[in-house]
């Protein structure tokens, strides 16, 4: 049902590092941290980079929309100053420089696909077809902790990635739990249920674990809270607080 880390890095290295870098994913695995969330968008050559935000300029120099900007550019943006001087001019990495990163790390990884407006099928697509590629061998020795799994708001992202990577399971990512979610999830074949923890409670909890699903919350940053959730059934989160909630919180 969730045969995954209970503890995930958000972002790479949580509040800790720059979010979405590779100095993020050095950062939670110098925390012991083997598992990790991040985002990944689609420049405008349709090459698939770590990003969160669908504009530049919180977290990468720069100003207009990602989408409008090729990837040999972005990879040349700041993606580290805002958070500190000390990770000036850390890039911001492609996808595939991090799955290369974690494989060699035995990180397992939360693959969250962030389309931008208007690219959901093209980013679900391109993320799919690449990921399904390059994990082509674990695939066909079906241990699911050795494939990443992929999650996305988007109902559209997530279903060009299936078609794209049927072999790639599939968690929903609802904010709050929508009414329909059984048939949501059954129409995306999906595995695993995500959620804002703030907005959950034991009896949904219980509902989505009684239907067999993985219930994992997003973003759990204080210990009792963790606690809470996890008596619930919950089976995993993320946290921003990998210096409060450390990889083996029991
Ligand atoms: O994947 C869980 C969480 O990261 C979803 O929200 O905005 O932090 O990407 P966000
Ligand atoms: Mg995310």
Not at 63 to 69: F, H, L, N, Q, Y
Not at 86 to 97: K, Q, W
Not at 157 to 171: F, H, S, T, V, Y
Not at 221 to 238: H, K, Q, T
Request: glycine share 8%; charged share 25%.
């Amino acid at each position: 049902m969730w045969p995954y880390p209970k503890v995930v890095a958000h972002r790479g290295g949580g509040k800790l590092a720059p979010e979405n870098t590779l100095a993020a994913m050095r950062c939670g695995l110098h925390h012991g941290f083997r598992a990790v969330e991040f985002d990944v968008m689609l420049s405008r050559d349709g090459v698939p980079v770590l990003m969160h935000d669908p504009e530049l300029g919180r977290t990468v120099k720069g100003a207009g929309r990602v989408s409008d900007v090729d990837a040999v550019e972005l990879c040349s943006l700041d993606a580290g100053s805002w958070f500190s001087p000390a990770f000036a001019g850390e890039p911001v990495p492609l996808y595939e420089d991090v799955v290369r990163f974690c494989r060699a790390n035995g990180i397992w990884m939360n693959v969250e696909i962030k389309p931008t407006d208007g690219f959901e099928v093209e980013t679900g697509r391109v993320v799919g077809e690449l990921t399904q590629d390059w994990f082509k061998d674990e695939i066909v020795l079906g241990d699911p902790l050795h494939l990443p799994l992929f999650s996305s708001f988007s109902l559209d992202a997530l279903q060009a990635a299936a078609e794209a990577a049927p072999d790639i399971p599939r968690g929903f990512l609802m904010d709050r739990i929508a009414p329909d979610w059984r048939e949501q999830l059954k129409d995306l074949d999906a595995v695993a249920v995500h959620t804002n923890h703030k907005y959950l409670d034991r009896q949904m909890a219980q509902s989505i674990k009684a239907e067999g699903y993985g219930l994992f919350c997003y973003t759990v940053n204080e210990p009792r809270r963790a606690r809470e959730i996890l008596s619930w059934g919950v089976d995993g989160f993320c946290t921003d607080r990998i210096d409060l909630i450390g990889f083996d919180f029991s």
